[in-house]
């Protein structure tokens, strides 16, 4: 079970974690401008979709899903899940070094265990393979006759 | 932020706000998961028939589709229940849950290896999300 990640899938990892937190931090801004929605008012929802802010943080999370879909095109979803809640990490530190926010103690301690838990992961094997499955790691050579009988 | 404030709503509104966020994100993310392993490596795709060839194999997907559609509700449900909690407790509350939800999923509908390691990070991750709202 190795499965070391490429420099390259590193890199749509790391698209994962700040195009997720950018995304989010601007749809939050949006809508925070745009006001409270509720049951019967959810037209505004739809409003929504023309704010600058709003529109900008779907653009940035459309980013997000591809690279999330690229990722989960070769590794598990609890190995992708947890770099995604790195973003949350690079939010903070966003907050504290370039808008100067303060950051509370108990927020350092989330940071500290949310690193703690990427580096669980990180560390292991990025992809379950089961036994009917054949590694998609390597690209192994294909001939149409030489199917292992893997794929369903 | 001009913004005055979510409309407070009841324990159990908002509640039942949080956990449909969380489920419709974890069926999201088990579906959309479960559908990029039936399609394999998108690189591998990309490289014999193209971005086009890759887009078009993984929206031909129901299976991905329907995850699409589960995202979909999630963040409408988000929005409209970021309009009525609190954005502290509401984006914690459902990322924790979220995250706590798709180890389990992923264990049972994917039957990915969740050993411990990844119990560890689950539960790493769902409470250090929940610190950082405080």
């Not at chain 1, 499965?3 to 899938?9: A, I, K, S, Y």
């Not at chain 1, 943080?57 to 899940?81: E, H, K, P, Q, R």
Request: glycine fraction near 8%; proline fraction near 4%; include cysteine.
């Amino acid at each position: 079970m190795k499965h070391t990640l490429t420099p390259q899938r590193y890199l749509i990892l790391l698209a994962v974690m700040l195009t997720a937190a950018v995304g989010d931090t601007l749809l939050s801004h949006g809508m925070g401008q745009v006001g409270p929605v509720s049951l019967a008012n959810l037209g505004l929802l739809l409003a929504a979709l023309r704010n600058p802010w709003v529109i900008t943080g779907i653009l940035c999370l459309l980013g997000f899903f591809a690279s999330y879909l690229t990722a989960l095109s070769w590794a598990d979803l609890t190995f992708v899940l947890p770099s995604t809640a790195f973003g949350y990490v690079v939010v903070a530190f966003l907050a504290k070094y370039w808008q100067h926010e303060t950051i509370t103690l108990y927020r350092w301690a989330g940071i500290l265990l949310i690193v703690c838990g990427v580096g669980f992961v990180a560390n292991g094997p990025s992809l379950t393979l089961h036994e009917s499955q054949h590694p998609m790691e390597e690209p192994a050579p294909v001939s149409e006759g030489a199917s292992t009988g893997g794929s369903q | 932020m001009i913004y005055a404030g979510p409309i407070h709503a009841g324990p159990i509104e908002t509640w039942a706000t949080i956990l449909t966020v969380a489920a419709t994100a974890v069926a999201g993310d088990v579906l959309t998961a479960g559908a990029m392993r039936r399609i394999g490596d998108i690189d591998l795709i990309r490289t014999k028939s193209g971005l086009s060839g890759a887009v078009r194999a993984v929206t031909s997907s129901p299976m991905f589709l329907l995850g699409v559609l589960s995202m979909a509700a999630s963040f409408f449900s988000l929005l409209f229940t970021l309009s009525n909690v609190d954005l502290s407790l509401a984006a914690p509350a459902s990322a924790s849950l979220t995250f706590l939800g798709n180890a389990f999923a992923a264990k049972i509908f994917l039957k990915e290896n969740v050993n411990r390691r990844r119990w560890m990070a689950a539960l790493l991750v769902c409470a250090g999300v929940f610190l950082l709202s405080k």
